[in-house]
Every structure is written in C-alpha cells, then in structure tokens.
C-alpha cells in the first residue's frame, strides 16, 4: 500500500437474493420446530445455513480483498427533450403581491404542530394535576358510643380517615366531653376535639402528661367503620410537637416554639348515641375553656399558614380542603 | 535505500487482523461519523495546567451513572404500593443475592451525588469558570442541582417508613408555607389533601421517570456547553483561558496557539 493510493471511493454493495434465501430458511426452520422437528426443522436449518453462508461471503467479499462489482448508483444522466412551452396555467402574481408559499407552509407546519401538540398535552397535563384538587373525599368518623367518654376526661383517640387506604390514613385527635350545655334547641352535648396535626409543618402532637395504665384507666378499644378506634385517657398539661418544640395549652393555643395559630379542630355530631368526627376546621386562637370557649374559626388550611393578621395576605387562595 | 523486504507471515497476520478491527469501525464511521464524533469529544485540547479540582465535574456525572443504573435495577424490586413498599425494600435488603449492595450504592450514591454536585459548584465559582461565555452553563448546573435535591426529596419517601412518611408530610407542608402558590403546590405534590398511596406512587414516578429523564437532558446540554466552550484554565494559570498546550507545534494549529485576548488585555 502506498501513500499515494486515492482514498476507496465509497460504494453500495451489490443487490443480493442470499439474505431473502436465509430468511425463507429461519421460517422453514421454525415452523419446522412445531409440525415435524426431525424432517422439515432440518431442511429449513440447512437452507438457511448455506444461504447464510453464500450471503456471509458476499458480505465479507470487500475485506477479503476480492473485487466486487459496484452498481452506479444513477444511470447515466443523458439530455432531456425539449419541451412545448405553453403559458402558465395560472398568471404569475404582481411582484410585491406574491403570496409567500413558503411562508405559508412553515406557518401552517408549526401551528398545525403545536394544535396536535396541545391535543395530546393538555388531558395528560390535566390528569397530572386535577384529580389532585377535584372530588376531595369529605371524611365521616365513627368514634364509638358517646358513653365511652367521661365526662371531663381527656382521651387521645386513633381511628382510620379512610380505613379503604390502610393504616397511612391512621389519625389521632384529642377528646374531652365537655357534659351538655344550655343551647337554643335545649340541652345539647359538647365536645372538644382537637386535631394532632401541628400547625406548623404537621407532625404529630403529643399529650404532655401520663396516659393510660398509670392513670390507672384502660383504654377503651372499638370496633367502628373507621377500623379499630382506641381511646386512651390521658392527663395533658397542655400539647407538645416532638419535630421542632412547638407547645400549646389544652385548648389548642400556641404557648411557644414555631407554629404560627392554635391547634386545628374537628366539628363533630352525635347520631344514633355515636361521636361522628366531621370536617375539621382551622382556629386561629381559643379564649376560654370547654364549652364556655369561644374559638376564632376559619376554614382548614395546610400547616405553616396564617389565619389571621397581616400574615394571611400570603395565603389568599386555598385549594379545597376538608 | 532500504531493500524492501517480503512482508513475513506476522506482518501479513497483523494486518488481516487490523482490518478486521477496522471494517466494522469504518462501516459505521463511513454510514454516521459515530466514530469520528467520540474522538472529537474524548480527544480535546484541554489547558497544559488543568488541575485535579477539574474532574469533579465527571466525578458527578459518575456518581449520577452509578445511581441510573442501581436505580434501575432496584425498579425490578420495589413494589410502590402503600403495603408493599417496606416489605418489598425489607426484601431487597435481607433476602436477596446482593440487594443490600445495590441498594446501599443508590442509598449512599445519593448523598456522594449532592455532596459532588456542591463540591463541583464550589470549585466552578472559585476557579471562575462561570464567567464569560460560560454563564448558561452555571445556569444548566444549578438547574442540574435543584433537580438533583428533587430527586433527593422525592426517594426518601420511598422506604415508606415511619422517617419517610413524616419527612415529607414535613417537606410538603415546608413547601405549603410559600406565599401564594404554596397550599397549591403542596397539594399538587400529595396528589390530594391527605398523604395517600397515591403520593407514593406519584413521588416514584417523578423520582424515576420525569426528573432523572430531566436531568440527563440536562447533562446532555451542560457537556454540549463544555465542548463547545472548551475547559477553563486555572486562575493561576499563565496562559489564556481555554489555551491549549504550550508545547504543541504552531504550525499545526496556527489560529489556536494565539487567540486574541479579550477587552484588549490577556489574563496573566
């Protein structure tokens, strides 16, 4: 080889029928496998064997050294015919009028592409987020007989929001019956139920004071719709956050650390003698205690926001919550 | 002068075999610059005095190979179902061949990737290679890093254990805390107003399909902006920035051994 040698010039290699003979011989070869393996399989693996090989050959025909035949890629261009030229079918456009086809047709390309475009992301983009924020379930928790609960006594009761989620949708709250109080339509129950969820980022309150078996009480376990509902009784000096040391008294008021209002609330009923939990509430202080109380209400919103003050400008739009 | 002697059979044997090695080479280089296009990008000139500060960069690609590929094998595994996400990675851990392995590589891979990532920051800012004409490119990166800490925030609920659940009810709400858009964004990320099996599923989706899909489109465009920038010198280095090495022979290369210094001055 010498270092004048021109560049190989590059080249098609020639048409060949073996790959077609090879293919033909996998078929026979594989519905040989199913309907007669000794005979048939092995005709077909010895068709495509020496296809395989002829076409391997032809194949490897360049790097073996072996001349091959190139087809030219074109036919030879030879002159074309005169044509008649009559005038044009549609009379050219005045100059500065010409419409611009090109402009067009790039402008129809992109609008035509983005129109398909929205089609297939808009429903995807939707469904991404949408069903996030629409037909939010309101929950309904059955917290067991209303004798269950002592009048005055504190209980930390666990029940399933929606027991069809399993134990991720294990929630607590704490509950006090407060007795019956004076109301326009008579003697009516009272109840303060308040939620664990800190106000601050959410984590879960705990009851400051002995629970349970050192109070010398059991804990009164049930069997309701929301799953196994317990109620522990306990003696709380007030609530405390083991995240970031957020404490509130026992109404549900921020005494010290992060969080930014008091302790969230679930409005209740009682039907058929059961504590139904309903929607719960945000609450932004509590003045007084038990029934007496006259607790600042708001509609719930996530941990961390403002409920009142100036602070509330930031948050004046929240997406359905209950 | 040399009398030309007969090519002996090793020599004859050695060249079959180079063209061997070279024939599919030459097939695909012939039918896409394949080839050519990976010399291009290995076989840069670089600065004579790039320091070791400067593999950081690769050493976080790396770091992001090595978590794709744990990742994806941990995939075959994990089960993102709200009872079966901890069973499935107790599965991983104690029963299979090697899973712990694998698992502790994307676990502790994670960490080296964030941790890479800021060291490789660190250096890019104190080398000022963010500067002209590399500002998109800082600008990739910290898109780069952001994504990252996405993937950070969003494989740590995957576990599903207790420390999962509550450092993202704690990360959501952080989150539902920004004005305006925050009680919206936060809900968005649950997928509802409650963490349900469905932010498991959501979180896993985006942990493992939409943002490593991101980020590698993102490693794409910042190696596209290295390439084409060229590496930056050291601040102490004498020579201009993205110079290449003084010892290569001008003639070769005439119109890159002197480029002309910016704003009339070079650095020095």
Known sequence: MSEQEPLPEPHLPPPTLWPIGFAVGIAVLLVGLIINPLWIATIGGAIALVFGLLWARDATADLRGRAIHVEPERAELRPAGTAEIGPPVTPHPE???RFPRS???????LGLGGVIGGIVTVPIAGFAVLPGFLHQKRHQVDLGPVGDFTEGQWYIATFMLDPSEGDVSRRTAFVRNNGSVQAKGGQVPSFTIISNRCAHLGCPVQANGPTGAILGMKDVIEKTKNGKVTLSPTLPA?????????????EGNRTAGPPVRALDRYDFSIKNGHVLLLSTYSVAKVEGTGAQAKIHKYKLVGPGEHVDGIEQVFYPLNPPHH | MAVRRQP??????????LAA?????????ERSGLVGAVRYFLFRKVPADTNWMQTLGSATLTAFIVQAVTGVILAMYYKPTPNDAYKSIQYITDELTLGWLVRGMHKWGASVFIILMFLHMGRVFLFGAY?????????VGVLLLVMGMLEGFTGYLLPWDQTAYWASVVGINLNGTAPIAGPWLAQFLRGGQEITGDTLTRFYSLHMLIVPGGIAALIGLHLYLVIRLGVTSPPWSKEAAGMERADEPQHLRPGLTR???RGGGGSS
């Open chain 2, 21 to 29: 090695i070279n024939f599919p080479l030459d097939w695909l280089e």
């Open chain 1, 238 to 250: 007030g609530f405390g956050c083991p995240c970031h040391g957020g404490q509130y008294d026992t």
């Open chain 1, 103 to 109: 402009k067009f047709l790039e402008g129809v390309t």
């Open chain 1, 95 to 97: 100059p500065g009028e």
């Open chain 2, 8 to 17: 002996s059979r090793a020599d004859i044997r050695k060249q079959r075999m």
């Open chain 2, 131 to 139: 500067k002209y004409p590399r500002e998109l490119n800082w600008i």
């Open chain 2, 259 to 261: 480029p002309v210094p």
